[in-house]
C-alpha cells in the first residue's frame, strides 16, 4: 500500500460545512495526489503536490483547496461541501524521482454530503 | 488532449474463460499506460504498466496487456479467469506520471 493512510475514512456532513480530508504517507515520497472516483467517471485529479509548499491544479479543482506544510502530509479541503461533492477520495503518491515512477493509491475517503 | 476509451462497462464471463478488457486511448505524443484494479471497497492497485520497450507486458495475477501504437490501444488479457478476479478495472494513460488520465472502468464479473 505504499505506506499510505487516509483519515476518515468515512464522513457525512451537510451542505455548507467544511470538511478537510487527510492524506498521510511514511516514505518520504515528493509527489502526492488527491482523485476523486464517481461512477461513470472513472477516477478524476482534483489537485496534486510536487513538494512541501507546491500544489498545482488538477481537472475538477472548483470548490476545493489543498495544502501541504510537511513532506508527510496533503491535505484536501471542502470550503462549503456541496452535493455535488459526494464522491470517494483517493490519496496516491508517486514512488521515485524520474517521470517514469508510478503512482500508488491510498485506501480512500467515503464522503456524503446531504 | 489525452484520453481513455474503455469499450466495456461491464464483462461478465464464466470461470477459467480467457477475458479481454479493451482500452483505446487519444494522445499527440508518447504516452505511458496503466492498468488498475479495484477490489471491492479497496484502492487502486497497479496491475501492469507500459513505459518504453516490449509490447506485451506482464503484470500480476496472470494478467497480459499489448500496447499497440498503430491502434492506439492497450488491450488486457487473461487466458483463464478465476472468481478472484472479480472487480473492477481501470485503463490510465499519461504523458508523464504527473498526471493520469483515466478511463471510467469496466466491470469484470466472473461466474462460477
Known amino acids: 500500500d505504499a505506506g499510505i493512510t487516509q483519515s476518515p475514512r468515512h464522513k457525512v456532513t451537510e451542505t455548507g460545512t467544511p470538511v478537510t480530508l487527510r492524506c498521510h504517507q511514511t516514505e518520504n515520497h515528493r509527489y502526492m495526489y488527491w482523485y476523486r472516483q464517481d461512477p461513470g467517471h472513472g477516477l478524476r485529479l482534483i489537485h496534486y503536490?510536487?513538494?512541501?509548499?507546491?500544489?498545482d491544479k488538477g481537472e475538477v479543482s472548483d470548490g476545493y483547496s489543498v495544502s501541504r506544510s510537511k513532506t508527510e502530509d496533503f491535505l484536501l479541503t471542502l470550503e462549503s461541501a456541496t452535493s455535488s461533492q459526494t464522491s470517494v477520495y483517493f490519496c496516491?503518491?508517486?514512488?521515485?524521482?524520474?517521470?517514469?515512477?508510478?503512482?500508488?493509491f491510498g485506501p480512500g475517503t467515503r464522503l456524503t454530503v446531504l | 488532449a489525452q484520453s481513455v476509451t474503455q469499450l466495456d462497462s461491464q464483462v461478465p464471463v464464466f470461470e477459467e474463460a480467457p477475458v479481454e478488457l479493451r482500452c483505446n486511448y487519444s494522445?499527440?505524443?508518447?504516452?505511458?499506460l496503466f492498468w488498475y484494479v479495484q477490489y471491492p471497497n479497496q484502492g487502486l492497485q497497479l496491475l501492469l504498466k507500459?513505459?518504453?520497450?516490449?509490447?506485451l507486458v506482464k503484470g500480476i495475477n496472470g494478467f497480459e496487456a499489448e500496447f499497440n501504437k498503430s491502434q492506439t490501444s492497450f488491450h488486457l488479457r487473461k487466458p483463464s479467469v478465476h472468481i478472484s478476479d472479480t472487480a473492477e478495472y481501470f485503463c490510465?494513460?499519461?504523458?508523464?506520471?504527473?498526471?493520469?488520465?483515466f478511463g471510467t472502468g469496466t466491470r469484470l464479473q466472473v461466474f462460477p
Open positions: 494522445s499527440s505524443v508518447s504516452v505511458y
Open positions: 496516491a503518491i508517486r514512488a521515485g524521482q524520474i517521470s517514469t515512477d508510478t503512482q500508488y
Open positions: 507500459y513505459l518504453s520497450g516490449s509490447t
Open positions: 490510465a494513460v499519461s504523458e508523464d506520471t504527473d498526471k493520469l488520465i
Open positions: 503536490s510536487y513538494g512541501v509548499k507546491d500544489t
